[in-house]
């Protein structure tokens, strides 16, 4: 494992479990066990990017479909940039799929690029966090709709 990455990842999950609120909190977990099981699977089996690497596929899709879940019940929009980038990694899965030939070092770029972004998403959205308990006093995690499973929004408009 990149030892920049490494750091880097360490100091953002850091910040987010101490300073964040429950999002921030959770998608540094999923974060984190996504790398460490992405980091086992590349050190435990052959890994040469000239097809589809199949444990790498299932974990970023698992995160992927964590970290979009968390975009709609947070009350925070970085969970919604973050799925994107993640989105862009399972893409990039999908495309070695649908097209094998793809050059092998290209296939490997397009799957960790986009790790050092979603740090920095993950680090910018808990300042924020912090930046609105300071300024309002409070900051709710979840969406007002998200708080029941299986409630319905009210109507908009006057309530009787």
């Known amino acids: ?44 089996s052959p890994i040469d990017f000239r097809g589809v690497e199949v444990g790498v596929f299932i974990i970023d899709v698992v995160v992927f479909a964590a970290f979009v879940l968390l975009a ?38 397009v799957l960790s690029i986009w790790s050092y972004p979603i740090l920095l998403l993950m680090a910018a959205g808990t300042f924020a966090h912090q930046r609105r308990l300071i300024r309002n006093g409070a900051d709710p995690s979840w969406t007002r709709f998200s708080d029941r499973p299986g409630r319905r929004a009210p109507p908009p408009g006057p309530t009787p």
């Open 72 to 109: 709609v019940r947070a009350n925070r929009y970085w969970p919604l940039w973050m799925s994107a980038l993640l989105g862009l990694g399972v893409v990039g899965h999908l495309a070695m799929l649908l097209h094998p030939r793809v050059i092998p070092w290209a296939y490997a770029v």
């Open 1 to 44: 494992m990149n030892y920049v990455f490494t750091a880097l990842m360490l100091i953002c999950c850091a910040y987010a479990f101490i300073g964040g609120g429950a999002p921030e909190r959770i998608g540094a977990a999923i974060f984190l066990i996504g790398s460490v099981l992405t980091y086992v699977v590349l050190e435990t």
